[in-house]
């Protein structure tokens, strides 16, 4: 006759054995890394596990699993973007160093100091945006990453991506006299 506790781990045995597929499925197709799925479905049911005492209902397991799998996937990319935050602040450019990159007709004195202005209109321009616009706008001319790519990164809608990148740039474009 089976204890308790292992009517319990049989119980949880059958459910991973039941449920991992999908979960699995659901992570690979939203991180498209076979690595990163496979550890935040080892992660997801871990935590089904320290809680399992706790829930009990077979025809509930798949909604219970899913949602700790995504709030697992919103952690991992609320992390990825303050990775970001942290790597942009460590390695943030001078402004001086970014006059010198700027093209120009001409390499004189002048034109320097005009380079070097227009930069700083450029970067207060940006600091005065929105978070959400400023992230957008920042992965996308500095990380140069695409829409698609910004929308993963940030958890939002493609479209939503685009509509904060075109506000960005518009308010941008008005700060810098709408010339571009």
């Known amino acids: 006759m089976a204890t308790a506790q292992e009517t319990a781990a049989q119980e949880f045995t059958n459910v991973v054995t039941a449920h991992r597929p999908q979960i699995f499925r659901f992570l690979l197709a939203s991180t498209r890394d076979v690595d990163l799925a496979e550890t935040l479905t080892q992660e997801c049911f871990l935590k089904a596990h320290r809680h399992w005492a ?19 996937q919103k952690d991992h990319w609320r992390n990825r973007r303050m990775q970001f935050w942290r790597h942009t602040r460590n390695n943030s450019v001078d402004l001086d160093e970014a006059s010198e990159w700027l093209p120009s007709g001409e390499s004189s004195a002048e034109q320097k100091v005009l380079a070097h202005e227009r930069v700083g209109q450029v970067w207060k321009a940006v600091e005065d945006l ?16 695409e829409l698609t790519e910004i929308a993963h990164a940030t958890g939002l809608n493609e479209g939503t991506v685009k509509a904060h990148l075109s506000r960005a740039l518009a308010k941008v474009r008005g ?5 571009r």
């Open 130 to 145: 929105s978070e959400r616009q400023r992230t957008v706008f920042l992965l996308r001319f500095v990380e140069e990453l």
């Open 54 to 72: 706790g829930f009990r209902g077979e025809s509930t397991a798949m909604t219970w699993l899913m949602r700790i799998a995504i709030n697992l």
């Open 175 to 179: 700060e810098l006299g709408g010339r």
